[in-house]
């Protein structure tokens, strides 16, 4: 059975799920996901092991569900936070706020998650991902051609993304809420280094 044959689930499914696909990822960013066993996620959300293939097929399953999660918020985000921005630099503002507070927020254990447990996906899993990751670089992309053209940014903007992506996705290992810097703080700075005009 494929995606499009899946009938939707009831809200308190839906729910139940949701639920579910939160505490996994806490699980396997906390533990790894290899070393986080069906018993784990049961007993995490009150439920016997075998219950949890009521909502998911595969442990992989969850995982995908997972790191879907992390990114798909991810994009919602960006693209309400573009919407509102009125010029080039704003929008420039926009993708390093929206990707920091997502990774360092509410969206972090699935972040990681999709940024450290990619090699536990298996081939036939990886597309689904891949589209969705690849619909939120578009967005990054089509942002930093445009401050490119403004001036704001060095023309190179492909290497830009990739550099600047790489470079937010690591603060997850040193930034520290308690340390000198407020997230926002964190990203306003990160984008003046970048920025060619103020």
Do not use: C
């Amino acid at each position: 059975m494929n995606n499009n044959d899946k009938k939707p689930f009831p809200p308190e499914e839906n729910s139940r799920r949701m639920e579910l696909v939160r505490v996994a990822a806490r699980l396997f960013r906390d533990q790894g996901y290899e070393r986080t066993t069906v018993r784990d996620l049961g007993q995490a959300v009150g439920l016997q092991s075998g219950s949890l293939f009521y909502h998911f097929r595969t442990k992989e399953e969850i995982l995908v569900a997972v790191m879907a999660l992390g990114i798909t918020s991810t994009t919602d985000q960006l693209q309400q936070a573009l919407a509102l921005a009125r010029s080039p630099r704003e929008k420039l503002a926009a993708l390093f706020h929206v990707h920091l507070t997502s990774l360092l927020g509410d969206n972090q254990a699935a972040l990681e998650v999709m940024l450290y447990e990619w090699r536990s996906v298996s081939e036939e899993a990886r597309p689904g991902l891949i589209v969705l990751r690849d619909r939120y670089e578009a967005l990054w992309q089509e942002v930093l051609d445009e401050a490119a053209a403004a001036g704001l940014v060095k023309p190179d903007t492909r290497l830009l993304r990739r550099t600047l992506l790489g470079s937010l996705h690591w603060s997850v290992q040193w930034y520290r809420r308690d340390g000198a810097l407020t997230v926002d703080q964190l990203a306003d700075r990160m984008l003046e280094l970048i920025l060619l005009t103020p």
